[in-house]
């Protein structure tokens, strides 16, 4: 199962609000009228729609996000190129525990009319998973078995599938966030990258409401 959890955060809307305002030696406050999680000023969220609406991103890069990740090696090689992004992965060349692998009962058949992607759900869905469930279970004894046997586990993981699930923190700025959440987010992405990323980008909702609809948005 993938799983995402949120780890901590840095800085919010007023963070970046400060960040544009100190170019002209200014700075704002949180609107005082409100005593829980008070809004921002008028002019204060004018400003942020007006930095996304004109890509001036600097001043987003000021508060960040840092979640734990976990999904299956497959999603994690995809994630894995946004480069700005900071991201610490679990290392099988000093980890030998059980591995533990990703199944599914709906298995999506071959896109029509594209190279890549997929399209609709398999009727045999449910047989192909114990299938696959029991190629997992064979693995998993030969893998445990090499390890048993003294063998290294950094080479002892090279007979574990792309299945097999990984971990990583994985943190960055709300303008590199947002720029991974806008690529993964829409309809064509793989089905279980966009999963990451739809969780992580309902979370940023609640951390930054003000910047994040408006990078999202923009």
Sequence with gaps: MIEITYIDHMGSDLSVVNAARVSFGKKSEWNPKYRDEPPLYEKDEKLIKYLAKHKHMSPFGHAFASFHVKAPIFVARQLVKHKFLRWNEISRRYVDDEPEFY????????????????????????????????????????????????????????????????????????????????????????????????????????????????????
């Design 103 to 218: 199944n599914t009962t709906e298995w999506r058949g071959k896109s029509a009319d594209k190279k890549q992607g997929s399209d609709g759900v398999l009727a045999n869905g449910f047989d192909l998973g114990i299938l696959v469930d029991q190629e997992a279970r064979d693995t998993l004894l030969l893998y445990t078995g090499l390890i048993k046997q003294g063998i290294a586990p950094e080479m002892a993981r090279m007979v574990l599938p792309q299945s097999t699930m990984t971990e990583w923190y994985w943190s960055g700025s709300l303008d590199a966030l947002a720029d991974m959440c806008n690529l993964r987010c829409t309809p064509d992405t793989q089905y279980e990258s966009r999963v990451v990323a739809s969780r992580i980008s309902n979370k940023m909702y609640d951390l930054f409401p003000v910047s994040w609809k408006e990078l999202r948005n923009g």
